[in-house]
């Protein structure tokens, strides 16, 4: 008997250790990754794969390979690298998203297949990005509404763009109101330990191509209120009215008056001057974060605020 229930506590044991392990390396992958150092990443997460049995363990490393070869891709191509090899690291990013999945449906995994293959439709050009955006859309829905993740500021954020960047019908599914709605909820579900200020450029980017005045603002966000309360059906449906969900008096946390009580390109600028504060009181920023801080600097300037 006390054999045996030595036994069990060895094997207890033994699954705490490797569970922390696991936990440890990827917890200095993370902070890897947020020092810029996506290559030593990409390295310490698969040099753990091959000792890592745990399904759920793989897959939370998987994806942060997927992450780390990504953001080489990105890096590549700020330095000017071929198509070719682009094409290449964007698929190796999403193979490793699909590996991932197939190991345990964790929702980044899914993110990050989405985010790896709309880079490589974005290199290919429109056709091929049109070709990518439904399969994107589907793993969204599937993190959202089928594993109710409903506080990914990441999903939200792809969203977002997919419904800006897209044409709408016939040709696609974009719609400027609902990549608005999904801005916000983007916004609205930014972790407090993380940046993110490019989430608010793109919610400005939105509002300043819509170009509502406070009075039709003041319309528009009464009748999404109506829709918000109407929707009954999955999360990413109803939050395709988010804008609407507190009703047109509501006083964001970087403004300082209610919606209706200014115009979208009046938010448009407190948006940018928000994300401009934020990270000059960050206390780190990456080399994207540097990229995104001098695009909203440029657009700053370019709408004269």
């Known amino acids: 008997m006390e054999k045996k229930t030595l036994s069990v506590l060895l094997i207890v044991l033994f699954c705490m250790s490797m569970l922390v392990a696991a936990e440890s390396v990827t917890k200095q992958a993370d902070d890897l990754y947020w020092g ?11 040099g753990a794969l091959p000792g890592t ?4 363990d793989k897959a939370e490393i998987l994806w942060r390979v997927s992450r780390a070869t990504l953001a080489i891709g990105d890096e590549l191509k700020e330095g000017g690298a071929s198509d070719e090899v682009l094409f290449a690291t964007y698929e190796e990013a999403e193979a490793y998203a699909l590996e991932a999945i197939a ?11 989405a985010s790896s293959s709309g880079r490589w439709g974005e290199t290919k050009g429109p056709l091929n990005a049109l070709s990518k955006a439904k399969p994107m859309r589907d793993d969204m829905f599937y993190v959202i509404d089928t594993l109710g993740v409903m506080d990914d500021t990441i ?22 109101d609902v ?7 983007a916004i609205d579900t930014i972790p407090a330990e993380n940046l993110y200020h490019g989430h608010f450029k793109a919610l400005a980017e939105m509002l300043w191509k819509r170009d509502l005045s406070a009075s039709k603002r003041n319309s528009k966000i009464n009748s999404l209120e109506k829709d918000w309360k109407k929707a009954n059906g999955k999360p990413l449906d109803q939050n395709a009215y988010y804008e609407g969900s507190q ?11 209610a919606l209706n009580k200014m115009s979208d390109r009046q938010e448009a600028g407190m948006l940018l001057k928000y994300a401009s504060a934020k ?27």
């Open 36 to 46: 810029d150092r996506y290559e030593e990443a990409k390295d310490l997460l698969l």
């Open 279 to 305: 990270y000059d009181a960050w206390p780190f920023h990456t080399r994207a974060d540097i990229r995104t801080y001098d695009e909203i600097q440029a657009l700053l300037k370019e709408w004269g605020f």
């Open 247 to 257: 009703g047109p008096s509501l006083v964001p946390f970087y403004s300082p008056v």
């Open 155 to 176: 999903s939200w954020y792809v969203l977002g763009q997919l419904y800006y960047k897209l044409p709408g019908w016939p040709l696609s599914f974009g719609d400027l």
């Open 53 to 56: 049995t745990d399904a759920t």
């Open 103 to 113: 190991a345990a449906p964790v929702p980044r995994a899914y993110v990050y297949r």
């Open 179 to 185: 990549a608005i709605s999904y801005a916000r909820k």
